[in-house]
C-alpha cells in the first residue's frame, strides 16, 4: 500500500550539478545544483534553478553564460564544498583546491579537473516560485579523452559521476549497466 507523503522536491536521482560562473568583476565562482538536466535536444540545451539570493543567480543575469561541470567519484568533497560555502564571501575554486579555466567559448569558467562539462549561452531565465529556472543552450561540451566511449561520447562507467539523493541527503556513485537502452520489444 502507498502511503502519501505530500508535496515534496523528492526525485532519485539527481545528478550533482557544479555550475560555473563570472561575477561583474570577472571573478570565477562555482555552485552545486541539483535541481538540473537535459531540457531540451533542439537546440541542446540544460536547465538548472537556482534562488535568487545566490550569487550565482546573479552572475548568470550578468554574464549571460555558465558552465555546468560533471564531478567524478573522485571529487565528492569538493563537490559538497561547493554547495556549502557561499560565494559571496570565499573563493570556491581556491578553497576546493580546483582550477578555474575561461571558456573559449562563452564568458564562464570551468572546473579544469572534473572530466567532463557543458559551455552554455543563457537562452532564458523562467522565474518558477522559489527559483528561477537557467536555461542554457549548449555551444560545447568538453571532456578529457580518458572518459570518452568508443561512440566518442563521456561514457558513464569512466567519469563516474555522482548523484544525489534528495530524501537522505546523500551522494551516490553509479553502478554498472542493468540492460541495453531501446530494445524491449516485449515486456
Not at 85 to 107: H, I, Q, R, W, Y
Not at 111 to 118: K, R
Request: proline share 7%.
Amino acid at each position: 500500500m502507498k502511503v502519501s507523503i505530500g508535496a515534496k522536491t523528492v526525485l532519485h536521482p539527481h545528478p550533482v550539478l557544479i555550475v560555473g560562473s563570472f561575477d561583474a568583476g570577472g571573478k570565477p565562482n562555482l555552485a552545486a545544483v541539483a535541481w538540473g538536466g537535459i531540457c531540451c535536444s533542439k537546440p541542446p540545451a540544460v536547465g538548472v534553478s537556482l534562488r535568487e539570493a545566490t550569487k550565482t543567480f546573479h552572475n548568470i543575469k550578468h554574464a549571460g553564460a555558465f558552465t555546468v561541470n560533471i564531478p567524478s567519484e573522485a571529487h565528492v568533497r569538493a563537490a559538497d564544498f561547493c554547495g556549502v560555502a557561499s560565494g559571496k564571501d570565499t573563493d570556491k575554486f581556491e578553497k576546493a583546491g580546483l582550477t578555474p579555466v575561461k571558456s573559449e567559448v562563452v564568458n564562464a569558467p570551468y572546473v579544469g579537473e572534473f572530466p567532463f562539462i557543458l559551455e552554455c549561452r543563457l537562452l532564458r531565465a523562467v522565474e518558477i516560485g522559489l527559483h528561477t529556472q537557467f536555461i542554457g543552450e549548449i555551444m560545447d561540451v568538453k571532456a578529457d579523452e580518458e572518459v570518452l566511449g568508443e561512440n566518442g561520447l563521456p561514457d558513464i562507467e569512466k567519469v563516474r559521476p555522482l548523484v544525489y539523493a534528495t530524501g537522505n541527503k546523500q551522494y551516490f556513485g553509479v553502478s554498472g549497466p542493468l540492460g541495453k537502452a531501446f530494445t524491449t520489444k516485449d515486456p
